[in-house]
């Protein structure tokens, strides 16, 4: 009860513990209102970031990568050359193990590349948002 609660307390302890409970008050909804801004600009962020996952789908970025790989060719692994039969068609020979065949030898790098394609047109679409 409130008569109770005020039983022996002075006017003094009563403006003390007011004025105590309005600060506390005070300082929560400042920090409310911090964590209310934060929480929006992570929101903010989020949807940002969703906007561009949306934007930048993976078939978008597949495509990217393979037209940037065409046009420029790939570096021939170590010892292999490009050479040409009688009637001029491109083979390729390694002129320290004396192997040749007619598909273009690739760098560890260009199959790594192309495996990395495979994958990524094989994949589901989806997003993944950083923090």
């Known amino acids: 009860d409130v008569a109770a609660a005020l039983k ?4 003094e302890d009563l403006t003390k513990r ?5 600060a506390e008050m005070a300082a929560m909804r400042r920090r ?9 600009a992570h929101s903010a962020l989020l949807k940002a970031q969703l906007d561009k996952a949306r934007e930048v789908t993976t078939p978008m970025k597949l495509k990217a ?15 292999w050359h490009e050479m040409r ?3 001029g068609k491109v083979y390729y020979d390694n002129y320290v193990t004396h192997k040749t065949q007619w598909k273009r030898p690739q760098t560890q ?3 790594q590349d192309e495996l990395a394609v495979q994958h990524l047109a094989s ?9």
Not at 8 to 11: A, I, N, Q
Not at 32 to 40: D, I, T, Y
Not at 123 to 131: A, D, G, M, N, W
């Open 8 to 11: 022996g307390k002075t006017e």
């Open 18 to 22: 007011l004025r105590g409970e309005t």
């Open 109 to 111: 790098a260009a199959r």
């Open 32 to 40: 409310n209102a911090g964590l209310v801004a934060r929480m929006k």
């Open 65 to 79: 990568y393979v037209k940037a790989l065409e046009g420029k060719p790939q570096p021939m692994p170590p010892h």
């Open 85 to 87: 039969d009688a009637n």
């Open 123 to 131: 994949k589901p679409r989806t997003f993944k948002l950083s923090e």
